[in-house]
């Protein structure tokens, strides 16, 4: 691992290091089209506690905004990928090796049964329409979170700590570090930490694609 950087205190070298070891990108979530802020943040914020490295935000019909209060700077330490079109991300995620996951509450599959071995970003639909027919068409898999009562369906951003949590087990039951970055990717991202915690920079890298 980088060597400890004497403009750092050695307890936030060792926060970064522990948490770069743990960083994945086997896994994304997809935000197709949200238009609240609040729960934008709350997608974002989850994912960055679980370890996710990347998220990816469609804003073809609803613009990207975010509420910082809810993010609680979450972004500084993520990468965020924005498309103008749907069709830009499935195809950009598919050259990146992911499967294409869609939760649906018309779905038969649950969400146990989906193999997990191969990369997968996992779509969430807008809060009141769900997802784009389109993408609904092209998914690899529809599935359905464990429901029990007469809801409908969880609010958006539960059913991402709900996932969430779910990818999170499975990780660990398999052996975590079989989905983490290796290690030139920690050291590099490390780097790329330090340099936003000194810089005092609120975002991580975003890219409009």
Avoid at 48 to 60: D, P, R, S, W
Avoid at 90 to 99: A, D, V, W
Avoid at 108 to 122: G, I, V
């Amino acid at each position: 691992m980088p060597q400890k950087f004497s403009d750092l205190t050695e307890r936030r070298q060792m926060l970064f290091e522990k948490a770069a070891s743990l960083r994945t990108k086997h896994f994304c979530l997809v935000l197709e089209d949200f238009f609240d802020p609040h729960n934008i943040s709350a997608v974002i914020r989850t994912s960055e506690v679980f370890g996710l490295q990347n998220v990816h935000i469609i804003e073809e019909d609803n613009a990207y905004k975010v509420n910082k209060a809810i993010l609680k700077g979450s972004l500084k330490w993520m990468n965020a990928f924005i498309y103008s079109k749907r069709a830009t991300a499935l195809s950009e995620l598919r050259n990146q090796g992911y499967k294409i996951a869609v939760a649906s509450t018309h779905a038969n599959k649950p969400l146990p049964e989906l193999d997990l071995s191969k990369p997968t970003a996992f779509y969430l639909g807008a809060e009141l329409r769900g997802n784009h027919p389109d993408t609904l068409e092209q998914a690899d898999e529809h599935f359905i979170l464990p429901q029990y009562g007469l809801t409908e369906s969880l609010n958006v951003s539960v059913a991402a700590g709900v996932l969430l949590t779910y990818l999170d087990i499975y990780m660990q039951s398999q052996g975590r570090q079989k989905f983490c970055l290796s290690e030139a990717e920690q050291e590099a991202l490390i780097l790329e930490w330090r340099e936003r915690h000194l810089s005092r920079s609120k975002a991580g890298k975003i890219y409009r694609l």
